[in-house]
C-alpha cells in the first residue's frame, strides 16, 4: 500500500508562480457582514477594474503559464457585475481554472448559476456562519441570506458544480461548529472550510478568540476530516496539527482535548456527525499561506499576499503580476520563514506553517510577527524525529493523488509507517 499524503506543497516552486489567485471583481455586495474584510457598500466602486482592465489581470494570471493558478473570482458579490459571465467565459478561454465566490442575494439563482457553468465555471464557494436562519441571517445583517444560500448551493450541486463550504469561526459561530459541520456533511460539498477570523475591515469589531480556543477548533475540523473533507482559511497551524495526529495516531496515541473540543465532540455525537462509513483517504491541507503560493488582486488592482493583509505590494496597473509576485520586497520576505519572529521564529513548524501573517499584522502591524492565535510552544510536541521524518519528506511526487480536487499534481510529505 502507498504512503498516505499527511500536508501537500504545490508540485511548482512558489517563488515562482502561486498556486491560488483571488480576484476582488468588486466591492459592492447588498450584505452587511459583520466580518466583511472589504467593507462591502451597496454600489461599485467607480475605481474598479472595468471589462477591458479585468481581462488584462486575466492575461497577466495567464503569464505564470500551464497549469495556471487556480483563480477565484470574489467581492463583494460578483453577480453585481453584468459581465460576470463574460469575465468566467474569457478566463477560461486563456486556460484558467475559474471559480466564483458569490454572496447570499437575490442574485443567486438557478439561473444565474447555469449561466456561471456554462461560461467555464468549475466550482463555487459559499459562506455558511450558522446552522440556522437565525443565526446565519444575524452574523449576514440581512434576513433570508440563509435559506438563499441553501436553495443555491442545492442548485450547483444538481447543476455539477464543485461547492465549497466557507464558515468564519467567531466567538458567537463556536458552539455553533458541530451543528453546522452536520449540516454540511447533510447537504454535501466538496470541501468545507473554517476560516479563522482575521482583525481587518468590520472584523476589528468582532470579540477575539483564545489561542486555546483555535487549538481546539483546529482538532476538531481535523476530526470532521474521517467524514468531509475539510480545510482551514488562515488557520495554517491546522497543518501542524495534522503532522502531530498523524504521529499520534502512528503510536496509538490520541491529543488531550480541551474543553470545547470535548463539547463539540460531544455535540457531534448526538447528531451522528461520524455514524456510518469513513472517508477512504483524508484530504491533506495544501502548504500555501500568504504571498507563498497565494495572491490577492484588490478591486482596483492592487496587489496583496492575501485578502486579509491590507498591504500592497504593487499595482498590476503598472507593473507585471508576475514580477510582483516574483521579485516584490513584501513577496519575497514572507517566503522566508528564516526572518518569522517571535514563537512562530522559534518552531520547528515554521517552515510548513509559519503562522498566520494577516492575522500577525492584524494585531501587531508586523507582518514577520508571531500569531496570537497559536498556542503551540516550540519544542513542546514529544515526537520531534517522528515530526523529522515527515517533513523531510518534501521532494516525493504522486500525480495520481485523488484527494485535491482543484490540482491533481503536488509534492508531499507521507503518512510514515504505524509504530511498533
Known amino acids: 500500500m502507498r504512503p498516505t499524503t499527511v500536508v501537500r506543497r504545490p508540485r511548482h516552486s512558489v517563488s515562482e508562480r502561486p498556486f491560488i489567485v483571488i480576484w476582488e471583481a468588486t466591492r459592492a455586495c447588498p450584505l452587511a457582514c459583520l466580518h466583511c474584510r472589504a467593507e462591502a457598500q451597496t454600489a461599485r466602486h467607480p475605481g474598479e477594474a472595468d471589462g477591458a482592465g479585468a481581462r488584462r489581470v486575466m492575461d497577466r494570471i495567464a503569464d505564470f503559464g500551464r497549469p495556471s493558478p487556480l483563480f477565484v473570482i470574489t467581492g463583494g458579490d ?112 466538496m470541501l468545507w472550510s473554517g476560516f479563522v477570523l482575521v482583525p481587518t475591515g468590520r472584523g476589528e469589531q468582532l470579540a477575539r478568540l483564545t489561542p486555546a480556543e483555535v487549538e481546539d477548533v483546529l482538532h476538531f ?26 504521529v499520534l495516531a502512528a503510536r496509538g496515541e490520541r491529543p ?9 465532540t460531544a455535540r457531534a455525537a448526538e447528531l451522528g456527525l461520524f455514524d456510518g462509513e469513513r472517508r477512504p483517504v483524508r484530504r491533506p491541507p495544501m502548504d500555501v499561506s500568504s504571498g507563498r503560493g497565494f495572491v490577492f488582486i484588490s478591486h482596483t488592482g492592487e496587489v496583496h499576499p492575501s485578502g486579509f493583509l491590507p498591504v500592497s505590494a504593487g499595482n498590476v496597473k503598472d507593473r507585471p503580476l508576475t514580477e510582483i509576485y516574483r521579485e516584490s520586497e513584501l513577496f519575497v ?53 517522528d515530526i523529522r521524518a515527515l517533513t523531510d519528506l518534501t521532494d516525493l511526487t504522486d500525480p495520481t493523488d485523488p484527494t485535491d480536487p482543484t490540482d491533481p499534481t503536488e509534492r508531499t510529505m507521507r503518512r510514515p509507517p504505524a509504530v511498533p
Open 78 to 189: 460578483p453577480f453585481q457585475r453584468a459581465d460576470l459571465t463574460e469575465l468566467i467565459a474569457y478566463g477560461t478561454s486563456l486556460g484558467l481554472r475559474v471559480a466564483v465566490s458569490p454572496s447570499g442575494t437575490p442574485t443567486l439563482t438557478r439561473a444565474n448559476l447555469a449561466a456561471v457553468r456554462d461560461a467555464g465555471a468549475v466550482a463555487l464557494s459559499l459562506s455558511l456562519d450558522g446552522s440556522t436562519a437565525e443565526r446565519h441571517d444575524a452574523f449576514r445583517g440581512v434576513p433570508g441570506v440563509f435559506d438563499r444560500t441553501l436553495e443555491g448551493w442545492r442548485a450547483a450541486r444538481e447543476l455539477g458544480l464543485k461547492v465549497q463550504v466557507n464558515t468564519t469561526v467567531t466567538r458567537e459561530s463556536l458552539e455553533d461548529l458541530a451543528d453546522i459541520a452536520a449540516l454540511v456533511k447533510r447537504e454535501g460539498a
Open 256 to 264: 488531550e482535548p480541551g474543553p470545547l473540543h470535548e463539547r463539540l
Open 333 to 385: 520576505r514572507l517566503r522566508d520563514p528564516s526572518l518569522l519572529r517571535g514563537k512562530c521564529g522559534a518552531c520547528e513548524f515554521k517552515a510548513v506553517c509559519g503562522g498566520s501573517r494577516s492575522r500577525a499584522y492584524g494585531f501587531t502591524r508586523d507582518v514577520l510577527e508571531e500569531d496570537p492565535y497559536c498556542v503551540y510552544e516550540p519544542g513542546g510536541f514529544p515526537y520531534q524525529e
Open 221 to 246: 475540523l481535523y476530526d470532521c476530516g474521517s467524514v468531509m473533507a475539510t480545510k482551514t482559511t488562515e488557520g495554517h497551524h491546522f497543518r501542524r496539527v495534522a503532522l502531530q495526529r498523524t
